[in-house]
Structure formats: structure tokens, C-alpha cells
């Protein structure tokens, strides 16, 4: 997506993978399985009021491509 100027970020970090609570608590990478695995498959897409109707349309066409070319 950044190649195609779509910026994303990661905004969830499972808390057994946060660093307050690993070294807090010595909480292992392995822990949570699950959290960890969605962790590794979500990321934020620009989503805000002040994206304008070009915008909104620059990230639809920009996802749709994106998995139209992870199909074929």
C-alpha cells in the first residue's frame, strides 16, 4: 500500500507482546497464539473525517487492486 502512497500503520499490539507488560510480568512471545497471529494479519487503514471523497476512493481502488492481484 506505501508503494502506492496508501499509508498503514499497526495500532493493536497484543498486550502479552507490549514491552511494559513482557518484562513486567516475563510474559512469553508464545503465550497467546491467537493474538499474536491476528496481530500479524491486521493493519490500519487511513480512516478519518477529514479524507476527502478523492481519498476514500484512492484507498478502496488501492485495497480492491491489491486483492485482486493476491487472487490471481
Same mark, same amino acid.
Given at each position: $500500500? !506505501?508503494? !502506492?502512497?496508501?499509508? @498503514?500503520s499497526? +495500532?493493536?499490539?497484543p498486550? +502479552? $507482546? +507490549? #514491552?511494559?507488560?513482557?518484562?513486567?510480568? /516475563?510474559i =512469553?512471545t508464545?503465550?497467546? =497464539? &491467537?493474538? %499474536? /497471529? &491476528?496481530?500479524?494479519?491486521? &493493519? *490500519?487503514? #487511513?480512516? +478519518? #473525517?477529514?479524507? *476527502?471523497? /478523492?481519498?476514500?476512493?484512492?484507498?478502496v481502488?488501492t485495497? !480492491? %487492486?491489491?486483492? @485482486?492481484? *493476491?487472487?490471481?
Amino acid at each position: $500500500m !506505501r508503494s !502506492r502512497n496508501i499509508g @498503514t500503520s499497526v +495500532h493493536y499490539l497484543p498486550v +502479552h $507482546m +507490549h #514491552p511494559f507488560y513482557k518484562e513486567k510480568y /516475563s510474559i =512469553p512471545t508464545d503465550a497467546c =497464539p &491467537v493474538a %499474536a /497471529s &491476528v496481530y500479524e494479519q491486521i &493493519v *490500519s487503514i #487511513p480512516l +478519518h #473525517p477529514g479524507l *476527502s471523497d /478523492s481519498e476514500v476512493d484512492d484507498v478502496v481502488d488501492t485495497i !480492491r %487492486a491489491i486483492c @485482486t492481484e *493476491s487472487v490471481n
